[in-house]
């Protein structure tokens, strides 16, 4: 099994900044690809940004030129920093990574528990 443990969200001013960490954990599993996803009220959840083991980056188009996502290999943990939020970035935000079992060598799919971020004046 793998833990992911996620941090950071809160209640932010339109134009104002947020940082979202989450630390992954776990033995038997060689953490792979690591993300965040995100899901506002009434609407499926969607992918926010992800990179892979070796430092690859892809962002949804909504937020490209705002977020930037970082992470680092050696604490497997993951971050989002989230510069000029907007109200319509109100979300549930899910870390997810895909991890590799070293007992079956099958990839897994696990998902954080989520942080509320909230974008109002």
């Known amino acids: 099994q793998v833990q992911l443990v996620e941090s950071g969200g809160g209640l932010v001013q339109p134009g104002g900044s947020l940082r979202l960490s989450c630390a992954a954990s776990?033995?038997?599993?060689?953490?792979?690809?690591m993300g965040w996803y995100r899901q506002a009220p009434g609407k499926e959840r969607e992918l926010v940004a992800h990179?892979?083991?070796?430092?690859?980056?892809n962002y949804a188009e909504s937020v490209k030129g705002r977020f930037i996502i970082s992470r680092d290999n050696a604490k497997n943990t993951v971050n989002l920093q989230m510069n000029s939020l907007k109200p319509e970035d109100t979300a549930v935000y899910y870390c997810?990574?895909?991890?590799?079992?070293?007992?079956?060598?099958?990839?897994?799919?696990?998902w954080g528990k989520g942080t509320l971020v909230t974008v109002s004046s």
């Open positions: 776990g033995t038997t599993f060689s953490i792979n690809d």
């Open positions: 990179v892979t083991n070796g430092g690859s980056t």
């Open positions: 997810n990574t895909k991890a590799l079992s070293t007992i079956d060598y099958h990839y897994y799919n696990y």
